[in-house]
C-alpha cells in the first residue's frame, strides 16, 4: 500500500483549506499516512486524521516516547546516537519517514529548514513531493531538482541566508544534481 510522508513548518498551527482538503482525499484514497510527532504541522494533521477517524497511520518520534499521539496510533521509535533533543536528534525520524513512505506532502512557510530538509531527503530518493507553500497559498510538486531548485526560488534573502547557513542549501543542491549527471551516465555506459 503506498504511503505519504505528511509534514511541516512547526511555527504553522492551523492548516489551510486547500491542505485539508488534499488530506482528505488522500484518506479517501487509502493511503497510509507517517507522521511526524513535533508540535506545528505535525500536531495538527494529527488532530485532523484523529477527527476523522484514521487508521492506518504511524506516528515517528526520536527515542522512546513521541511528543504528540493524538490518534493512539502505531509509533514507530527511530534511535540515533545524536544528543537529545538537537536538531540531528530529531532529523533521524524525518530521514527515516522519507525512506518509507513513496510520496511527501508538505506544507512549508517558506523559510523552514526541517520542512525543506524533508523534500530534499525525498528528492534525494527520487520519491515526488507535494508541497503547499502557505505564503502562496499554492501547491508546487516537486520531482526532481530543478522543481526543488525552483522551490527554493521562492524564499527571502534572509530565509535562504538561513538555509546556507543550517543545511548547505547551494552545497545540496549541486550534490543532488550532480549526483544524477552520474547516475544517467551510469545507465548511457551499458
Do not use: H
Not at 33 to 42: E, I, M, Q, S, T
Not at 78 to 103: R, W
Amino acid at each position: 500500500m503506498e504511503s505519504v510522508f505528511i509534514a511541516g513548518s512547526i511555527t504553522i498551527k492551523s492548516l489551510p483549506s486547500l491542505f485539508v482538503e488534499k488530506l482528505d482525499s488522500m484518506l479517501s484514497a487509502n493511503l497510509a499516512v507517517v507522521v511526524g510527532d513535533a508540535n506545528g504541522v505535525d500536531k495538527a494533521v494529527q488532530q485532523i486524521l484523529n477527527d476523522r477517524g484514521a487508521t492506518n497511520v504511524t506516528v515517528f518520534c526520536s527515542g522512546d516516547t513521541p511528543r504528540n499521539n493524538l490518534g493512539n496510533w502505531p509509533v514507530r521509535e527511530i534511535y540515533t546516537n545524536a544528543e537529545p533533543g538537537t536538531k540531528a536528534f530529531f532529523t533521524a525520524k524525518d530521514v527515516a519517514m522519507a525512506e518509507n513512505a513513496e510520496i511527501g506532502f508538505m506544507l512549508w512557510d517558506a523559510k523552514s529548514t526541517g520542512t525543506l530538509s524533508n523534500v530534499i531527503e525525498l528528492t534525494r530518493r527520487g520519491k515526488k513531493t507535494v508541497v503547499f507553500v502557505n505564503k502562496k497559498d499554492a501547491f508546487t510538486i516537486v520531482r526532481g531538482v530543478e522543481d526543488l531548485q525552483n522551490l527554493t526560488g521562492i524564499m527571502s534573502a534572509g530565509a535562504r541566508d538561513q538555509a546556507e547557513k543550517k543545511i548547505g542549501l547551494t552545497a545540496v543542491i549541486s550534490k543532488l544534481r550532480k549526483d544524477r549527471l552520474e547516475k544517467s551516465q551510469i545507465g548511457f555506459a551499458f
